[in-house]
């Protein structure tokens, strides 16, 4: 990598900083997890609290717009760092598919209760 555009890290920088975003980003998701999953049903906690998960879909849609408006820029030439796209558009891609295997598992968690007889 230290080999594009004349060796400079500045590319490696973005990539790295990207990738701490991202593993920074995943910890925060699994903790939330972990939360709403270890609390019980009947808890009298807070409404905000338990909406976590849909301040988490809000930041994915945000990196995603994030991601798809800085390849407009680097179309029209508003942004002349190519690592700084990738960088994002990967992370967004990351964070989707994350994301998607989450409601995944939500599905079929729900498909087997709904299988149970009671």
Same mark, same amino acid.
């Given at each position: 990598?230290? /080999?594009?555009?004349? /060796? #400079? ?6 990539? %790295?900083?990207?990738?701490?975003? +991202?593993?920074? @980003? ?7 997890? +972990?939360? *709403?999953? /270890? %609390? ?5 906690? $807070?409404? #905000?609290?338990?909406? $976590?998960?849909?301040? /988490?879909?809000? %930041? ?7 991601? $798809? ?15 700084? *796209?990738?960088?994002?558009?990967? +992370? ?8 998607? +295997? ?6 079929? @968690? ?9």
């Amino acid at each position: 990598m230290n /080999g594009i555009q004349g /060796g #400079g890290g500045l590319g490696r920088a973005a990539i %790295e900083a990207a990738l701490k975003r +991202q593993a920074a @980003a995943m910890d925060r998701m699994r903790e939330r997890m +972990q939360d *709403v999953a /270890g %609390e019980p049903a009947a808890d009298s906690a $807070d409404f #905000g609290e338990r909406m $976590d998960a849909v301040r /988490g879909l809000k %930041e994915l849609d945000g990196q995603v717009k994030q991601a $798809d408006e800085l390849a407009q820029k680097l179309i029209t030439g508003e942004v002349e760092n190519f690592h700084e *796209v990738a960088a994002q558009l990967k +992370q967004s891609d990351l964070s989707f598919k994350f994301a998607l +295997q989450v409601r995944n598992k939500l599905v079929d @968690a729900y498909r087997e209760v709904m299988r149970m007889s009671v």
